[in-house]
């Protein structure tokens, strides 16, 4: 069975680091281009960034440049975002999401194949 799933959310004051994780499962992962995309109440789902499928290129929404890395493990089937220097605005619902075709910019959800259930990331004090 098909299956991305997301850990790592949780509640975080500003300043502060997470790291989300991406596991996948049932499908050829190392073929895939990995995006994550985020969500806050009322607003429109954002790509936040994409890693192609060898790991060796990356791409970022401006808002999370020099703050986020997107990293994966294809042995353990794992994509990871590294967050740092949280702002009360990267406050979302967060999906990892894989897409076949690779990284493309800007990243349009419509494109990816398969989703993840989201993790909650909350930045506040």
């Known amino acids: 069975q098909l299956q991305l799933v997301e850990s790592g959310g949780g509640l975080v004051q500003p300043g502060g680091s997470l790291r989300l994780s991406c596991a996948a499962s049932g499908f050829t992962f190392h073929s895939y281009a990995i995006a994550w995309f985020r969500q806050a109440p009322g607003k429109e789902r954002e790509g936040v960034s994409c890693i192609n499928s060898s790991g060796g290129s990356t791409t970022y929404v401006d808002s999370v440049k020099g703050r986020f890395t997107s990293s994966r493990d294809n042995a353990k089937n794992t994509v990871y975002l590294q967050m740092n220097s949280l702002k009360p605005e990267d406050t979302a619902v967060y999906y990892c999401?894989?897409?076949?075709?690779?990284?493309?910019?800007?990243?349009?959800?419509?494109?990816?194949?398969?989703w993840g259930q989201g993790t909650q990331v909350t930045v506040s004090s």
């Open positions: 999401a894989a897409d076949i075709e690779g990284c493309s910019w800007p990243l349009s959800p419509p494109l990816y194949d398969y």
